[in-house]
């Protein structure tokens, strides 16, 4: 198991940029796949991007291809989603996961953080 701790979102402008992290602790985190996901008011969560545990292969929701980058750095066990071209469709807390499977499933992710506020005004 692990512990997750997102920070880096607040109100921004569209077409600003942010910069989520994900800390995790507690567990081997180069072993987890990693994902981000987000929920809007009155909807479904959503998949937003995931990495595999080594880094070398990620995958994104349709919503936000070309303008979202993950990362990760499994010496900081750090998960980063860069945001560009914010829109404020992009309003939504967001959500990082673990899980041992690199999977745009919300449930293959075993472990959740609490998220962070992202709010996009135009």
């Known amino acids: 198991q692990v512990q997750l701790v997102e920070s880096g979102g607040g109100l921004v402008q569209a077409g600003a940029s942010l910069r989520l992290s994900c800390a995790a602790s507690?567990?081997?985190?180069?072993?987890?796949?990693m994902g981000w996901f987000r929920q809007a008011p009155g909807k479904e969560r959503e998949f937003v991007a995931a990495?595999?545990?080594?880094?070398?292969?990620?995958m994104y929701g349709d919503s936000v291809k070309g303008r979202f980058t993950i990362s990760r750095d499994n010496v900081a066990n750090t998960v980063y989603l860069h945001m560009n071209n914010l829109k404020p469709e992009d309003t939504a807390i967001y959500y990082c996961?673990?899980?041992?499977?690199?999977?745009?499933?919300?449930?293959?992710?075993?472990?959740w953080g609490l998220g962070t506020q992202v709010t996009v005004s135009s």
């Open positions: 507690g567990g081997t985190f180069s072993r987890y796949a």
């Open positions: 996961a673990a899980g041992p499977t690199f999977s745009v499933n919300s449930k293959t992710y075993s472990d």
């Open positions: 990495i595999r545990s080594s880094g070398l292969a990620s």
